[in-house]
């Protein structure tokens, strides 16, 4: 069993939490302008980081608030809790889910 | 003007709805607590003893969600009524007239009182927040009330919770919302040995037979054969 730290409630088990997926995926702009791409991309496109991830988490059986964790992918460890809207904090290694761009699936029509 | 175009509670004390309504003494009568069925098999299962854990369910118990910015000026006129808004995780406030505060969240209060508070307390709310952002709730309905007590009730608790009940991080009078049994509860230690928990109406029955289930070991005299 993982050990969360809530930034509200503090250390609680994993079980009282959900999973809210990449953190920090800013919504568009303009999102009338964007093409049927740009707009799957932002909806459906994700890093799939072996590492240090940025996600976001919410202590459903907790303060039901929403958080964002920096979290190794390979280990659990979790490197850094912090609040919705703060910029993850610096760590020695770096974040690698900053948006890439990312190439064009086979057929994907532009 | 009927009952569903205005809420009970912010009717007049004394209008002739509210005497139709929940001063009907005939109507509290007919009240069924969720836990009701299991009082006889409360009463047998609880232990006696220096093993000994007592479960009983208090029903009624008038209840009041608060969604509110504790240090907006709706929080601290709400603050005024209830004796205070908690600041932080665990902690509980108390006022006046047996009003004691649980904290949900940053933004999320529950207020619980006797049964007798129920045609006062969310009126009284509901006028102090006012036009505030926020909002004021009778939840009296939505959950019910057991009291787990005795030298062995943290033990019964620690078999189906997670979170850590040893006294030096869950002192007297701290509150925290949890799940016990799978049952998500705010979970409130109002005594060394006195636990309420406030599960909501439809999973009173499981939590309760559950709770039976895990006191029956104490009923036993005998030390468990893995000591």
Redesign the interface.
């Known amino acids: ?1 993982l050990l969360f730290t809530c930034p ?3 250390p ?2 994993e ?2 939490f959900h999973y809210g997926g990449q953190a920090h995926v800013p919504y568009p702009e303009h999102p009338d302008q964007l093409t049927d791409r740009e707009w799957a991309e932002y909806l459906f496109y994700r890093e799939n980081t072996k590492g240090i991830f940025a996600e976001r988490w919410v202590h459903s ?5 929403w958080f964002n964790m920096l979290r190794d992918t390979v280990s659990y460890d979790v490197k850094a809790v912090y609040r919705m809207g703060e910029q993850p904090p610096a760590l020695a290694e770096p974040v690698s889910n900053q948006p890439t761009s990312i190439s064009a699936p086979e057929g994907a029509k532009s | 003007m009927s009952l569903l175009e205005k809420p009970y509670f912010l009717m007049p004390k004394g209008s002739a709805e509210m005497a139709n309504s929940v001063n009907n003494t005939g109507v509290a009568a007919l009240r069924r607590s969720p836990a009701e069925h299991l009082w006889t098999d409360f009463t047998v299962g609880s232990v006696a003893g220096e093993r000994g854990v007592t479960l009983r369910e208090v029903p009624f118990q008038t209840m009041v969600g608060i969604r509110v910015d504790p240090v907006s000026e709706a929080g601290v006129r709400l603050a005024d009524v209830t004796g205070g808004l908690p600041v ?2 665990g902690e509980v406030t108390t006022g006046p007239a047996g009003v004691s505060v649980l904290w ?3 933004d ?1 209060f529950l207020a619980i009182a006797p049964g007798d508070a129920q045609d006062r307390l969310p009126g009284l709310l509901v006028a102090a927040l006012g036009d505030g952002a926020g909002q004021v709730v009778d939840l009296s309905s939505n959950r019910t009330t057991f009291e787990l007590s005795g030298p062995s009730a943290r033990a019964v608790l620690e078999k189906s919770c ?2 850590d009940l040893h006294p030096r991080s869950f002192a007297v009078g701290t509150a ?4 016990v049994g799978k049952v ?1 509860t705010p979970l409130w230690k109002t005594g060394e040995e006195t636990f309420m928990l406030f599960p909501r109406a439809s999973l009173a029955d499981h939590l309760g037979r559950w709770l039976l289930d895990g006191l029956k070991e104490f009923a036993s005299d005998r030390n468990p054969s893995w000591l």
């Open positions: 069993m509200n409630c503090g609680r088990n079980t009282e059986t907790g303060c039901r608030q | 932080r995780c949900l969240g940053p999320d997670a979170a925290i919302t949890t799940e998500p």
